[in-house]
């Protein structure tokens, strides 16, 4: 079975300092792959989606990059980190194809970071 | 362009009544249709999809919902309200250009005792 990893869990990072966040999935090849924000009292923002290696597609202009160096492996990054990056950030995969309803996406447990 | 609305954000409801939380969807072409809920401090689950079968769709935790074309709705709905029914309901819409979901904003759902 399918199962998709990320950490850490929780993270406090000063303002100015990198940031480094990894999801992996496990028993599924080549993956669509996302990274999304929910902000505090707010819904889901896509950030960033992977149709395969070195493929990354960013929805929103930010502080934020994002890499893909292996099938199922995807990373989340920033060089310097500002206080409005504060949130909590989902990983999650997913297969696209034209049959029936197989789109549906598969989240990680997600990391809540706070940048002070 | 595809898009879905959900009708406030939060909802209360008191233990063992019923659960009625709203989306509607606006799309050009026959749309796949999903609820997902969030339990606080986790990832998303997958509750139930619609993808052009049967219009009442049964998904997990006793939860239901109902495609109606006509009025471009999907709500979700739950006999019965548990306690550890509390979390946070998102509806979303494949995207038909690039198969993407997009998302509602959210509703939180809380039960009282």
């Known amino acids: 079975s399918q199962t998709i990893h990320q950490w850490p869990a929780t993270l406090v990072q000063p303002v100015g300092s990198p940031l480094s966040l990894e999801c992996t999935v496990e028993?599924?090849?080549?993956?669509?792959l996302y990274w999304y924000r929910q902000a505090a009292g707010r819904g889901l923002q896509l950030l960033f989606y992977?149709?395969?290696?070195?493929?990354i597609s960013s929805e929103v202009p930010q502080n934020l990059s994002a890499s893909r160096p292996q099938d199922r492996q995807f990373i989340l990054s920033s060089k310097k980190l500002l206080l409005s990056d504060s949130g909590f950030y989902l990983c999650?995969?997913?297969?696209?194809?034209?049959?029936?309803?197989?789109?549906?996406?598969?989240f990680g447990q997600g990391t809540r970071l706070t940048v002070v | 362009a595809q898009s879905v609305t959900q009708l406030g954000s939060h909802v209360s409801v008191s233990e063992g009544a019923l659960v009625l939380l709203r989306c509607n969807y606006s799309?050009?072409?026959?749309?796949?249709l999903f609820w997902y809920v969030q339990y606080p401090n986790q990832g998303l689950q997958l509750l139930l999809k619609?993808?052009?079968?049967a219009t009442l769709v049964k998904g997990i935790n006793g939860f239901e919902a109902e495609f109606k074309k006509s009025e471009t709705s999907f709500h979700l709905t739950k006999p019965s309200a548990h306690m550890s029914d509390a979390a946070e309901y998102f509806c979303a819409v494949r995207r038909d250009s690039n198969y993407q979901l997009i998302w509602g904003a959210g509703t939180k759902l809380i039960i009282k005792p």
């Open positions: 799309s050009s072409v026959p749309p796949y």
């Open positions: 999650a995969w997913s297969t696209i194809s034209q049959g029936l309803g197989n789109t549906e996406a598969f």
């Open positions: 619609y993808t052009s079968a």
């Open positions: 028993g599924t090849s080549n993956p669509n």
């Open positions: 992977s149709v395969g290696i070195g493929q």
